[in-house]
């Protein structure tokens, strides 16, 4: 079995390279594409686990939404004192852009990417819920694909949910806020992106379009691509992936060459959905994050099925005093960072370094917030001639359009460093294929 499980290993990966089934990483300046490494030790999920993630993820969501909504409209969990005002409007995410601009058929999150990790005792935590532009539903996709084309009995003995249909799910949402039925897009900033494959790969298996921001024009507030001959054919969706900041250079960064001019006056006005939609960052504030539950309660009137990591806000005084007290045991983040960085655990530092960030804490409340430390569950990994076991998180995909999905799959990371929590892929983390029991 393991002699089986090596051999799986090593013809998925020489595959995914020879696909180019890369991540990239820009930093300093420099370019580097890297392999997403794959191990072919899946994890295991049981029907009764699955059934309940499926049904707590579904209310985050829809609450989520509906606090977007809320957000750029009414405001009424602030006004209501749920939420404080300084929370909203101090976030790197909220774009006051956005207020009053209703995204077709009310859906902001269309596609979310939620990190949860499993304790020893069996609770799932979510972690993080990203909303902007959440990466990754590519990967087990095209490693099941090949997998089941180097060893297909792999996947006859086991009853567990076919992956292939998240193209399909894709394609639903797009249709679903497409406007005019006009084209559907996926907008790239290109291959120096780091998740470019995933771009090209889900334009192919959506049969949909992948265009860059010199594919597409505004008229009159209507987006069009650019054909040959000097075709124009009118868009209806268009699935970003390029953050806010650099969708429009004449509303957001004026020296942004990955977007598309006057992209959110047609936006605006309605004639063209944008997935996911603008001002989604907000959510993805990890000061926000603390609230979620609390949001689930006020819009829905219904306790959170998902739990939050124990978190404190040093915005708040008696959890200052707290984080500061037991700063040496907890976890502490910067809310506007991803990818890992920003995350700094009170154990790995000295006396020193704990108090400067203990001073940094003091000066800047709102930039951070802190948590408890989940010891959350190893997974069997092959590493090199021996199987070991290390840290591993789940991002689940929900998708949104006339119903909320759950995608019953999901994106396995896990961290090569024995002595480290951070899975993400730009850390150097690998994957694994997610295995829903159907029984």
């Given at each position: ?5 090596v051999?799986q ?61 809320d ?33 077709i ?12 990790v ?11 819920d ?9 990967y087990?996709?095209i ?65 949909v ?113 707290f ?40 000066k ?12 959350f ?63």
């Amino acid at each position: 079995m393991y002699d089986l499980l090596v051999k799986q290993r090593d013809t998925v990966n020489k595959w995914m390279d020879r696909f180019g089934v890369r991540f990239g990483i820009y930093k300093n300046g420099t370019f580097k594409e890297q392999l997403f490494p794959f191990d072919p030790i899946p994890r295991i999920i049981s029907n009764s686990d699955w059934a309940e993630l499926d049904e707590g993820l579904r209310q985050r969501v829809k609450a989520l939404n509906l606090f977007l909504y809320d957000i750029y409209h009414d405001k009424n969990i602030v006004k209501d004192g749920v939420i404080p005002p300084e929370f909203i409007y101090s976030s790197s995410g909220y774009l006051p852009q956005c207020e009053g601009i209703t995204p077709i058929k009310n859906v902001y999150s269309h596609i979310s990417g939620i990190d949860l990790v499993q304790a020893k005792d069996g609770t799932w935590y979510v972690l993080e819920d990203n909303l902007r532009i959440p990466s990754g539903a590519s990967y087990p996709m095209i490693a099941r694909n090949i997998t089941r084309k180097a060893s297909p009995e792999t996947f006859q003995n086991n009853k567990i949910f076919d992956n292939r249909h998240y193209s399909s799910l894709l394609r639903k949402t797009m249709d679903y806020v497409n406007v005019d039925n006009g084209l559907e897009v996926i907008l790239t900033p290109g291959r120096y992106n780091s998740a470019y494959f995933e771009h090209s790969y889900l334009a192919e298996k959506a049969g949909v379009l992948l265009a860059y921001a010199d594919d597409l024009i505004v008229e009159n507030n209507m987006v069009y691509y650019k054909g040959l001959f000097d075709k124009k054919d009118k868009v209806g969706v268009i699935y970003r992936r390029i953050s806010d900041e650099y969708l429009d250079p004449l509303v957001f960064e004026s020296t942004s060459l990955l977007g598309v001019p006057n992209l959110f006056q047609a936006y605006a006005a309605g004639n063209v959905a944008i997935i996911n939609a603008f001002g989604n960052g907000l959510a993805d504030d990890k000061g926000i994050y603390y609230f979620v539950p609390k949001m689930v309660e006020y819009y829905l009137g219904e306790k959170a099925i998902m739990k939050n990591a124990p978190t404190y806000l040093p915005y708040f005084e008696q959890d200052k005093r707290f984080v500061l007290d037991n700063l040496h045991r907890l976890v502490i983040k910067d809310v506007a960072e991803a990818g890992g960085y920003g995350v700094m655990f009170g154990k790995d530092m000295d006396a020193a370094k704990l108090e400067e960030l203990k001073e940094l804490i003091k000066k800047e409340p709102r930039r951070w917030i802190a948590q408890e430390v989940i010891d959350f569950i190893d997974l069997e990994i092959i590493e090199g001639d021996e199987t070991v076991s290390r840290k591993s998180d789940l991002r689940v995909f929900v998708l949104s359009g006339e119903d909320t999905v759950v995608w019953p799959s999901g994106l396995t990371r896990y961290t090569r460093n024995p002595d480290s929590f951070i899975v993400n892929s730009s850390q150097g983390g690998g994957f694994k294929d997610t295995w829903v029991l159907k029984k």
